[in-house]
């Protein structure tokens, strides 16, 4: 399977602890974008990397959370001291720059704070 | 106000009705709009992309932008029990990044 990769699918953790995330794009990608989705919402964009470089961050994306995408390759998510909101369904998207390129979706890591 | 707006449904039809779906968006500067659909527990999958105005046909779907009234449009034709599913319009914004509406969750019915 070529297509964006996320691991894990699911993830129930207890409020305070931290969690990561990890996405792996389509190979030949240099753009990837973190998105979460909340219970019958449409996702928000959290932040993006070109290449290793993170470029822009979202308002949403508090201290608690990081981001990284080292060597331009798989970018990991982590949230720290995680609380009740965090919990959501947290995509990954990668697409080529350029303004007629597709974004190709994950299926999602849903994360459930307990 | 939101970027862009999409009317949550839920929306329940009858097998071959015609669907019609539709959001508005704020800024007319907007020129790449989508529409994804996103089965339950399923990442976002494109299933239209329109750059301006006018229309785009696909099979049994056509995606209609109207810039003069910030309104787009996603029809479905003999709609399927296949085509259940929740379908987010999508507006792009710099670097190319999406803005979704809140999406619709449409169910047809055999």
């Known amino acids: 399977d070529t297509g964006v990769s996320q691991d894990p699918r699911h993830k129930i953790t207890k409020r305070g602890q931290n969690v990561t995330f990890r996405c792996d794009p389509i190979?030949?990608?240099?753009?990837l974008y973190w998105y979460r989705q909340t219970l019958g919402q449409g996702p928000e964009f959290l932040t993006y990397?070109?290449?290793?470089?993170?470029?822009?961050k979202s308002r949403l994306l508090s201290d608690r959370f990081s981001a990284e995408r080292p060597k331009g390759s798989f970018s990991t998510l982590e949230i720290q001291r995680t609380e009740q909101g965090d919990s959501a369904m947290y995509l990954c998207a990668s697409r080529t720059q350029g303004a007629n390129t597709e974004a190709f979706f994950g299926q999602g890591t849903r994360l459930t704070v307990v | 106000q939101k970027e862009v707006e999409q009317d949550p449904g839920p929306l329940s039809v009858p097998e071959g009705a015609i669907v019609s779906l539709n959001c508005t968006y704020s800024n007319s500067a907007f020129q790449y709009f989508m529409w994804y659909r996103q089965y339950s527990r399923k990442g976002p999958e494109l299933l239209m992309y329109t750059y301006s105005s006018g229309n785009k046909e696909d099979g049994r779907f056509t995606a209609q932008v109207d810039k003069s009234s910030k309104y787009i449009s996603l029809f479905i034709r003999d709609s399927q029990p296949s085509d259940s599913a929740t379908y987010l319009c999508a507006i792009q914004r710099g670097a190319q990044k999406l803005v979704f509406g809140q999406g619709t969750r449409l169910t047809i019915n055999p």
């Open positions: 190979s030949e990608h240099n753009r």
């Open positions: 990397f070109q290449n290793e470089a993170q470029l822009e």
